[in-house]
């Protein structure tokens, strides 16, 4: 499975990288983090940016 950096993906997906940033760590977009840097797979990104986008789950929302 191909794997990018966050910041590779918001250039590819034309997301600011800061959004995509929030909507990982709110779990809108599933990733991983098994070091310093944050990944997404390609299929996750076509999954929420070419149209099937998943609800935030509730109690995920960020607080004001």
Do not use: I, Q, W
């Amino acid at each position: 499975m191909e794997t990018m950096t966050l910041k590779t993906a918001a250039n590819k997906y034309d997301v600011k990288l800061s959004t995509l940033r929030l909507m990982c760590l709110r779990g809108t977009v599933k990733s991983t983090k098994p070091g310093k840097h944050r990944y997404v797979t390609l299929t996750e990104m076509d999954r929420v940016f070419k149209g099937v986008v998943a609800e935030v789950p509730k109690g995920k929302r960020a607080s004001k």
